[in-house]
């Protein structure tokens, strides 16, 4: 949808959890606000600092040095307030004081859905980059922070391996992801870990067991189980696990390690090519869209649309990934 008014400020925000490659979003926003004649504002700790009032003129220098730093330069705060529409209101008239012709707001689920019902309401032109190192936005392959939370934790569990192999012992690494299992589908996969345990898919316990003293029978001295925080309590699995296989199992819970560091190159390539393209699409007038990466290709989808669809776990690459630690 088009809106008549042309667009001269813009905003940004970041609310909700931070991501790896936020930084790097609200360079590429920035930047090509600036190279477009447009002026922009930070608006600082999510929502809250909306609310507050806590917005700051951001220049080409104030972005400087930011690409490889993790977190976000202008800081969140998770705002349960913002489910009160006076709380939105008062949002909204500070929006308008500041004259802010349209906003990018770079985020979750969360922020995904607060902010379409910012637009509802009050018709503010928004974009949506995504920015979650859970990977559970429908409308883009990765979101920004996912391929670094990723390799963060495949790096943490190479580790584990070598104790896991010197004591010929079983680890249970619990890995972040609220109701899915996208972090531990790939983490599972590429750390080579003998069994995954996702909310998407029932385990079966005895079935679990009984891989690992298949494997301990033909000469296996390390297993690695990978759980999604929302599937299972690892100390559970642990529990479980040790009663059946009579194995030495130790629990390592990964948490909020996977969301900080400095970005990858993908999650960094991703922040660069959705954040410029966001400013773009406010430029031409849109609203109420999320730009993604589709196999490559930045895309747009309306909001209404992402929140709609359920992004599906790739059941192929989970039997692959069983498959090739069998
Ligand atoms: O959504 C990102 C995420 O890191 C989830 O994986 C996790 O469940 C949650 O945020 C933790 O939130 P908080 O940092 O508020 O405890």
Redesign the pocket.
């Known amino acids: 949808m088009a809106t008549k008014k042309r667009i001269k400020t813009i905003g940004v925000i970041t609310p909700?959890?931070d991501a790896p490659g936020m930084n790097t979003a609200i360079r590429a926003v920035v930047r090509t606000a600036i190279y477009n004649g447009l002026k922009v504002y930070g608006i600082e700790r999510g929502w809250q600092g909306l609310i507050e009032g806590k917005i700051r003129d951001l220049e080409l220098s104030s972005v400087g040095g930011i690409i490889n730093k993790g977190g976000t330069m202008l800081h969140t705060h998770?705002c349960p307030e913002f489910k009160n529409k006076e709380v939105r209101k008062k949002a909204c008239e500070k929006f308008r004081a500041f004259n802010i012709d349209g906003l990018v707001v770079i985020g979750?689920d969360g922020s995904l859905h607060a902010s379409y019902v910012l637009y509802k309401e009050f018709d503010i032109p928004i974009i949506n980059i995504p920015a979650?190192?859970?990977n559970d936005i429908y409308g883009t392959d990765y979101s920004i922070g996912f391929d670094t939370a990723v390799n963060t934790a495949v790096e943490a569990i190479d580790k584990i391996r070598d104790t896991a192999t010197s004591h010929e012992r079983v680890f249970v690494v619990e890995v972040?992801?609220?109701n899915n299992g996208f972090i531990a589908l790939d983490v599972g996969l590429t750390s080579g870990a003998e069994a995954i345990i996702i909310p998407e898919v029932p385990f079966n316990i005895d079935a679990i067991s009984q891989k690992l003293r298949y494997g301990q029978q033909r000469g296996k001295s390390s297993f690695i189980v990978v759980v999604a925080?929302g599937a299972a309590k690892a100390h559970d699995i642990a529990k479980a696990l040790e009663k059946r296989t009579k194995l030495d199992v130790r629990v390592s819970i990964l948490g909020?390690m996977?969301?900080g560091g400095s970005p990858s190159a993908l999650s960094r390539e991703a922040a660069c090519k959705l954040g410029s393209r966001a400013v773009q699409l406010l430029k031409e007038g849109k609203k109420a869209l999320m730009v993604g990466l589709i196999s490559d290709r930045v895309i747009e989808t309306p909001v209404e649309e992402v929140m709609r669809k359920k992004k599906p776990i790739d059941m192929a690459v989970y039997k692959l990934a069983n498959m090739l630690a069998s």
């Open positions: 909700g959890g998770r979750g979650s190192i859970d972040m992801g609220r925080e909020h996977q969301r």
